[in-house]
């Protein structure tokens, strides 16, 4: 086992719920608590081992709970306390562990620090947020906050601006401020008392702001680059410490950080196995690769993703973090397009059998799997065809500033680059059954639901041996049998190959090797002509000698 000590949440997959799209219990077409109460037996069946639950606090909602107003209270439309309670009850007694959402960079502009804080240059909470002077009557800096439009927001009762490095209700904490830093500890340790299971970390990599304030910079003729700035600041190591040393620490918790523009070495630092700051980081790298195509918009593009670059990548994670520090294994999350229409092939001839092949890829690689919600059962992107039909505040905001405001690029081209990457790809309710609104809820759904809900659902899923859910279940079980795919180390086959992603896994004397193939085509591939193993998993009942067909995916054990 070389490098790596055992532990629970390294040999666990983790399942991401997004609340408000999951399943909706009172019919107000909003999903709730007790709506994912209800379901947790589908996710025991699944087989995952720990859910996530993207923000379930008190919030108004500018950005989907990710702007908090009350830390320890519920959102109104999800339920109460009670029913968290009893949610969380009802999943320990299934085996499931429940880890939360932390958003601890900002808060809502509605939380009662931020009101305070805003309301004179001398109140008690001034200091818990981030205030600066203008600069020659402008903001102080030129920086772009994530969604858009200045990182700064001027309020005029106290003359000066305070920085959001996402929307405007988004304003971010002063964790320079010792006593916000233990108002968050003192917080999260409310919430493993009352026995959660652990962390994921919101935008955490963003905690220490350079203290310079410099400007970015200007790509795009508007706005300076903010990320050099606030990312992997200066002090985010000693803060990360310290939240381990006063929270962390003292639970049998896993944590998992989202940290944005994070490199090799810094989540060498940030996972370290020496345990003094996180369990695991989220890198961006492998889902960015499309975005470079129009450097200018910044994340919008839509071009497929390249094999070549995105094997690059994942490789060099999987074989620079070896002994080091432990990784995170994703294609799918509440921020990202639908995984089999970025990187396979949504088409109805191949959904099936890519979104089979991408699961083996990325499940057989070394770290923890996260399954989003809807990727056990191949959901796939929307089209957009009006910005009026579209939910997610970074969508609207790059809309009216690079199509409304600056004339930059047309609508239909903005709204092809929202259909093909834009985050309300993936907050489509949760396609249950064939029924009326998908089965998600008996009221009016917040948000469509994707048209093609009566082929691609939960119901029918379950009816067909040969669906997705089947295959991530099997995918997910032998990952509990089987050593080699938590522990082995990891090696990169066929490198150069223009259509075939393979590696192999090697642990006390055993080889797994691995094979997928990106194209929607034969193509040739010898890997297992000779091998005599056990074959692990396959997304094809036959083979053919020398070639791995459209999509193939085969994992052999020897
Ligand atoms: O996302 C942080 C982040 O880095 C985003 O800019 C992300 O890259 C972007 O959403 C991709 O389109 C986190 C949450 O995951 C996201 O949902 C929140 O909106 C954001 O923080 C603010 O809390
Ligand atoms: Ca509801």
């Given at each position: 086992m070389a490098n790596d000590k055992r532990a629970w949440w390294k040999e666990a997959v983790v399942y991401q719920i997004y609340p408000r799209s999951f399943a909706d219990s009172n019919g107000d077409g909003i999903g709730d608590l007790n709506g994912i109460t209800e379901h947790l037996p589908y996710l025991q069946k699944l087989g995952v081992d720990v859910i996530w639950l993207s923000p379930i606090y008190k919030s108004p909602n500018d950005d989907n709970g990710y702007d908090i107003s009350d830390y320890r209270d519920i959102m109104t439309e999800f339920g109460t306390m009670d029913d968290f309670d009893r949610m969380l009850s009802r999943a320990h007694k299934l085996g499931l562990k429940i880890v939360m959402d932390l958003v601890v960079n900002h808060t809502s502009d509605e939380h009662l620090w931020f009101i305070a804080s805003r309301s004179s240059r001398d109140n008690e909470y001034r200091d818990y947020y981030i205030w600066k002077d203008g600069k020659d009557g402008k903001a102080p800096t030129n920086w772009q906050s994530f969604f858009s439009g200045s990182a700064w927001e001027y309020d005029r009762t106290t003359g000066q601006y305070y920085l959001h490095c996402f929307t405007k209700k988004q304003p971010d904490l002063n964790w320079e401020n010792e006593k916000v830093r233990n108002a968050v500890y003192d917080m999260m340790t409310w919430w493993c008392e009352k026995g959660i299971d652990g962390f994921r970390m919101d935008v955490i990599s963003a905690l220490s702001k350079d203290p310079a304030y410099p400007d970015g910079e200007v790509t795009d003729g508007i706005y300076g680059n903010i990320r050099p700035y606030v990312?992997?600041?200066?002090r985010i190591h000693e803060f990360l410490q310290e939240m381990n040393k006063k929270v962390l620490s003292k639970y049998d918790i896993m944590t998992v950080g989202e940290t944005a523009e994070v490199t090799i070495d810094e989540a060498k630092k940030y996972a370290n196995n020496d345990g003094s700051e996180l369990n695991m980081v989220f890198h961006f790298e492998h889902v960015e690769?499309?975005?470079?195509?129009r450097p200018i918009l910044g994340k919008w593009g839509y071009d497929h993703p390249d094999l070549k670059k995105l094997r690059a990548i994942l490789n060099k994670w999987q074989t620079e973090l070896e002994g080091a520090a432990w990784g995170s294994l994703y294609?799918?999350?509440?921020?990202?397009?639908r995984a089999v229409s970025k990187f396979g092939n949504d088409s109805p001839k191949y959904r099936v059998v890519s979104a089979k092949m991408l699961a083996t890829l990325l499940h057989m690689m070394k770290g923890t799997p996260y399954v989003y919600q809807g990727e056990e059962l191949g959901m796939t992107n929307m089209t957009f065809g009006s910005i009026d039909e579209c939910d997610d505040v970074e969508e609207i905001n790059a809309y009216r500033q690079y199509v409304e405001e600056h004339k930059m690029i047309s609508p239909e081209e903005m709204l092809k680059c929202i259909s093909a990457v834009g985050r309300d790809n993936a907050r489509t309710p949760v396609q249950w059954n064939a029924d009326k609104n998908a089965g998600f809820t008996t009221g009016t759904p917040w948000f469509t639901v994707n048209p093609n809900y009566k082929e691609i659902n939960a119901e029918a899923a379950l009816a067909d041996p040969d669906s997705v859910f089947y295959y991530y279940q099997k995918l997910i079980r032998l990952r509990h049998e089987n050593d080699i795919i938590v522990y082995g180390t990891f090696h990169p086959l066929l490198e150069d190959d223009e259509n075939i992603y393979a590696y192999e896994r090697r642990l006390d004397g055993k080889v797994l090797t691995v094979a997928c193939n990106w194209a929607d085509k034969e193509v040739p591939c010898c890997l297992f002509d000779d091998l005599s193993g056990e074959?692990?998993?396959?997304?094809?009942k036959e083979h053919k000698h020398g070639t791995l067909l459209p999509y193939e995916a085969r994992a052999v054990l020897v």
């Open positions: 990312c992997n600041g200066p690769t499309d975005a470079t195509t294609w799918d999350n509440h921020d990202q397009p074959e692990l998993i396959s997304n094809y």
